[in-house]
């Protein structure tokens, strides 16, 4: 049975188009706050609406610890 979230029907496939994009999303800034000296589990704030805004900002204007060392 599908599931109304609003106008918007979710079936299996919409489910799975969202896996995907998380996935997208996910892996590129893994990469970047690996390299920037971070967690990697960071990039899992990448998910969470407005929190993803000031993370952005934060990796833009912080300084990165692999460029203390």
Do not use: C, H
């Not at 969202?18 to 920037?36: D, E, G, N, Q, R």
């Amino acid at each position: 049975m599908e599931e109304n979230f609003g106008d918007m029907q979710m079936g299996g496939g919409g489910l799975l188009m969202m896996l995907v994009w998380a996935v997208i999303v996910i892996v590129p800034f893994w990469k970047i706050t690996s390299k920037a000296g971070y967690s990697g589990w960071l990039s899992l704030l990448m998910l969470i609406p407005l929190v993803n805004l000031g993370f952005l900002y934060f990796l833009a204007f912080a300084r990165w610890p692999i460029l203390r060392r």
